[in-house]
């Protein structure tokens, strides 16, 4: 499995964005999918996590009510629609793959930079 990190970009506070996380190969609609992040000089992150089905998610509590995850297992791609956006939320994310969604994440995208203007 391939997966691809897109629709980062530059915002200013308040704004929103949504990355998609698009995947090739594999069987990709049976995996749960996280969005991590990992911001200069920090420890990766992560920030949300939906079941294959889509039917469950869980959030951060830096993220919750804030952030949201969804998929579309027709297009292979998972969504993290991101509003309110703040300074602290500038950072790489990155999309990855749970293959047999027991928490260990399998297959990492590149990552697509978020940058938050104050």
């Known amino acids: 499995v391939q997966l691809q990190a897109s ?12 990355l998609s996380c698009a995947a090739s190969g594999g069987t990709f609609r ?12 920090e420890e990766r992150e992560w920030i949300a996590r939906i079941s294959w089905s889509g039917v ?15 998929r579309d297992n027709a297009k292979n791609t998972v969504y993290l629609q991101m509003n309110s956006l703040k300074p602290e939320d500038t950072a790489v994310h990155y999309c990855a793959a749970d293959q047999r969604s027991d928490f260990h994440y399998d297959y990492w995208g590149q990552g697509t930079l978020v940058t938050v203007s104050s």
Do not use: E, H, M
Request: charged share 15%; net charge positive; aromatic share 12%.
């Open 7 to 18: 629709g980062g970009g530059l915002v200013q506070a308040g704004g929103s964005l949504r």
């Open 30 to 41: 049976t995996y749960a999918v996280g969005w991590f992040r990992q911001a200069p000089g």
């Open 56 to 70: 469950t998610t869980n959030y951060a509590d830096s993220v919750k009510g804030r952030f949201t995850i969804s």
